[in-house]
């Protein structure tokens, strides 16, 4: 008889949405790993039909109240694309700025209230700080400048007012954006302490072996807009996605699983970013990359709160930028008439790669859509990554296994609420 | 909406009262502006016991609560279930947001056939299960107060939690958009743009934001007490909406609203 171990997390906190998971062990060896998406369905895909494609960003907005500006970002670029309108400058300047404000708001919200409390060993940020109480401060100034940006460029920090097809309801004026100057120059410091904090924890140890995948844009590290690229050679623009990436449906789960054609598992997000467009991060965030201890490429999962870390610096350096730069555009957006067919729209979302595709007919009216969020994109490679953990730290006694596979699901900031079409921790030993 | 009556502040002397935060389906977002109220947030946390709060802390504490705040709308007959052992455990219950107040934007499908939209979306339907409707709290259980929004404003949030540990009722206006805007000085941009706008008929409590960007409300806090859709329908069409235009304007994120549900038929 081997001895037989079961490991649950019915509901996994400090991560947004729904899901569980389960680790069954035999002898020491992992039987079985499962992440159950148990957040009830809401039928994006089906309800956006009979839509206008106008009103596309607002309605996919509601998909995630943590990265609302991602779903309006993917929607507007499928949508302009296929209809060919070129968008000017100031206004694409404008939509960076904003997407700038969602990586400050949700890097931080991340790494200070739902993944550091693992590595120090607290419940939640609200207990860290009766002990630590300047660093949750430090990690909550930086938020609120996140939402700051978010409420001045897109009118409110969650579902964003501002944003439509074609540019935005009304443009602010150079002088409104300057007041961003002084919070930003003290969120950038804020960030940096930030890398120094984060590179002092204690990593265990998992390498990521799979294919990464991430926007690659010239000149600059990719938010907005770019080529979908890999480190093993794929280099695509949006429009190809559905011919090299495929969506499954797996029992145990309300979302859909994605994989690479041919090629497997794949891993989006902030490890794949920094690996793929390092070069293109500003010299302040490269050298708090190199002072972390960050090398030419980033497959240390546990590390992924430093690379977090390291992007929350960069979108903080690329606000100041952007708001130093801006010029107010002459007309807030541009007219955009319907044109009937399909429009494929990427962008980097705090946690990955979002792809939305829509098909619209002559009058503008939403026929089909599909979408792609990046937990959907990441859940083969967390299963695989806890699947190695456990491997790896199996002589640990059950709690202690929990808590670091709860640790290794939230190294991918999981966002169940967009997976679902995501999770219940589990670990059985046998 | 009732009174907090004698407030939900319990036990003895020393003892805080314990808050309870609960996810049905939703994106997250209600329960994120309890975090996004950086400012405040550590002195709330001081103030109370967070018993229960899954995106922000592991620790969990057993009712009974003192105060719930339930996130999102009822989609699974589990969540039927669930919501009624909530409410079992909670003094006082309010719903946060136009989910669990109205049905959310999910509630779409209370509109159409929904096998047909588990088969568009899933590739095997039978591994889902799901409700036909998508329905707001108060269909199940009785509920304290109502907080709109899709998402709810923070300092309103922030006031009804205050409210309620206190023993006083919110002070949360239940009058329309219209009447934020008149009073920050907007230009109306309905009146003066001819842009279709919902502030007549929409609760308050955004702060006229779309007017204030140029833009005409989508009546993302749902519909004001006794909305009087009837009348700006006909606008909304001499603006140049046609009937499929005035169901879409309706039918939204507080679709299943009753105001709402009926000016998006009479189109």
């Given at each position: 008889m081997g001895e037989r171990r079961t490991i649950r997390t019915d509901y996994l906190a400090r991560v947004e949405g729904e899901g569980a998971m389960t680790v069954r062990l035999r002898d020491g060896r992992v039987e079985h790993v499962e992440l159950e998406i148990f957040e009830p369905p809401r039928f994006f895909e089906a309800l956006l039909r009979g839509r206008s494609f106008r009103e596309a960003p607002d309605i996919t907005a509601r998909i995630c109240g943590i990265c609302p500006v991602a779903y309006q970002t993917s929607a507007f670029n499928a949508l302009e694309s296929l209809c060919g309108v070129e968008i000017p400058e100031p206004i694409r300047m404008l939509r960076r700025l904003l997407y700038c404000g969602e990586w400050i708001e949700s890097h931080a919200l991340h790494v200070y209230m739902l993944h550091a409390p693992d590595f120090l060993?607290?419940?939640?940020?609200?207990?860290?700080?009766?002990?630590?109480?300047?660093?949750?401060?430090?990690?909550?100034?930086?938020?609120?400048?996140?939402?700051?940006?978010m409420a001045l460029v897109g009118g409110r920090e969650?579902?964003?007012?501002?944003?439509?097809?074609?540019?935005?309801?009304?443009?602010?004026?150079?002088?409104?954006?300057?007041?961003?100057?002084?919070?930003?120059?003290?969120?950038?410091?804020?960030a940096l302490e930030t890398v120094r904090w984060v590179a002092g924890f204690e990593f265990p140890e998992r390498a990521i072996e799979c294919e990464l995948v991430a926007l690659s844009q010239p000149g600059e590290y990719a938010i907005e807009r770019g080529?979908?690229?890999?480190?093993?050679?794929?280099?695509?623009?949006?429009?190809?996605?559905?011919?090299?990436?495929?969506?499954?449906?797996?029992?145990?789960?309300?979302?859909?699983?994605?994989?690479?054609?041919?090629?497997?598992?794949?891993?989006?997000?902030?490890?794949?970013?920094?690996?793929?467009?390092?070069?293109?991060?500003?010299?302040?965030?490269?050298?708090?990359?190199?002072?972390?201890?960050?090398?030419?490429?980033?497959?240390?999962?546990?590390?992924?709160?430093?690379?977090?870390?390291?992007?929350?610096?960069?979108?903080?350096?690329?606000?100041?930028?952007?708001?130093?730069?801006?010029e107010q555009p002459d007309a807030p957006f541009v007219d955009v008439e319907p044109v009937a067919g399909t429009g494929f729209g990427v962008s980097e979302a705090p946690r990955g790669l979002l792809y939305h595709r829509y098909r619209i007919d002559e009058s503008g009216t939403i026929l089909d859509a599909k979408i792609v969020p990046p937990t959907a994109q990441n859940q083969r490679a967390i299963e695989d990554d806890l699947r190695a953990v456990v491997g790896r730290y199996a002589q640990l006694d059950d709690e202690g296994l929990r808590a670091l596979c709860e640790q290794a699901i939230r190294n991918y900031d999981p966002?169940?609420?967009?997976?679902?079409?995501?999770?219940?921790?589990t670990v059985e030993r046998r | 909406m009732t009174t907090p009556g004698a407030g939900a502040r319990s036990?003895?002397?020393?003892?805080?009262?314990?808050?309870?935060?609960?996810?049905?389906?939703?994106?997250?977002?209600?329960?994120?502006?309890?975090?996004?109220?950086?400012?405040?947030?550590?002195?709330?946390?001081?103030?109370?016991?967070?018993?229960?709060?899954?995106?922000?802390?592991?620790?969990?504490?057993e009712g009974p609560y003192d105060l719930s705040l339930v996130e999102g709308s009822i989609t699974t007959a589990h969540d039927a279930e669930r919501i009624r052992d909530v409410r079992r455990a909670s003094k006082a219950l309010v719903t946060i947001g136009a989910c669990a107040t109205a049905g959310g934007v999910q509630a779409l499908r209370n509109f159409a056939d929904v096998d047909e939209f588990v088969a568009a979306v899933y590739a095997s339907p039978e591994y889902i299960s799901t409700l036909a409707t998508s329905t707001a709290i108060a269909t199940h259980v009785a509920v304290d107060f109502e907080l709109h929004g899709c998402p709810v404003n923070k300092r309103q949030l922030l006031?009804?939690?205050?409210?309620?540990?206190?023993?006083?009722?919110?002070?949360?206006?239940?009058?329309?958009?219209?009447?934020?805007?008149?009073?920050?000085?907007?230009?109306?941009?309905?009146?003066?743009?001819?842009?279709?706008?919902?502030?007549?008929?929409?609760?308050?409590?955004?702060?006229?934001?779309?007017?204030?960007?140029?833009?005409?409300?989508?009546g993302c806090f749902g519909p004001m007490e006794t909305p009087n859709t009837a009348s700006l329908v006909p606008l909304l069409r001499r603006q140049g909406l046609d009937e499929r235009g005035v169901e879409r304007v309706f039918r939204t994120f507080n679709a299943n609203a009753e105001p709402f549900r009926e000016a998006a038929a009479r189109g």
């Open positions: 060993g607290y419940a939640g940020a609200v207990e860290l700080a009766r002990d630590a109480p300047a660093a949750v401060e430090r990690g909550l100034a930086l938020k609120k400048t996140g939402n700051e940006v969650i579902h964003p007012i501002n944003v439509r097809v074609g540019g935005f309801y009304r443009a602010p004026t150079a002088r409104e954006l300057r007041t961003l100057v002084d919070p930003l120059e003290r969120a950038r410091e804020a080529r979908i690229v890999s480190d093993r050679g794929l280099d695509i623009v949006p429009a190809e996605y559905d011919e090299h990436f495929v969506e499954e449906h797996v029992e145990r789960s309300t979302a859909l699983h994605s994989r690479l054609r041919d090629r497997g598992t794949y891993l989006c997000g902030p490890l794949a970013r920094f690996s793929l467009n390092h070069d293109r991060l500003s010299p302040l965030a490269l050298d708090a990359a190199h002072e972390a201890g960050l090398g030419e490429e980033c497959r240390d999962a546990f590390r992924s709160i430093v690379v977090r870390g390291v992007e929350l610096v960069y979108a903080c350096d690329e606000a100041l930028r952007l708001v130093h730069d801006y966002c169940i609420s967009c997976a679902t079409h995501f999770l219940d921790l | 036990g003895g002397p020393g003892l805080k009262p314990k808050l309870a935060v609960w996810k049905f389906a939703s994106c997250d977002g209600c329960q994120l502006s309890l975090l996004d109220l950086e400012d405040d947030l550590l002195a709330l946390a001081g103030a109370v016991e967070l018993a229960e709060f899954r995106e922000a802390t592991s620790g969990s504490v006031e009804v939690v205050t409210a309620f540990l206190h023993g006083r009722e919110p002070q949360v206006p239940s009058t329309s958009v219209c009447t934020e805007c008149k009073r920050r000085g907007l230009v109306c941009v309905s009146v003066a743009h001819g842009t279709p706008c919902l502030g007549p008929v929409t609760h308050a409590g955004c702060g006229a934001l779309c007017p204030a960007y140029n833009r005409g409300c989508y």
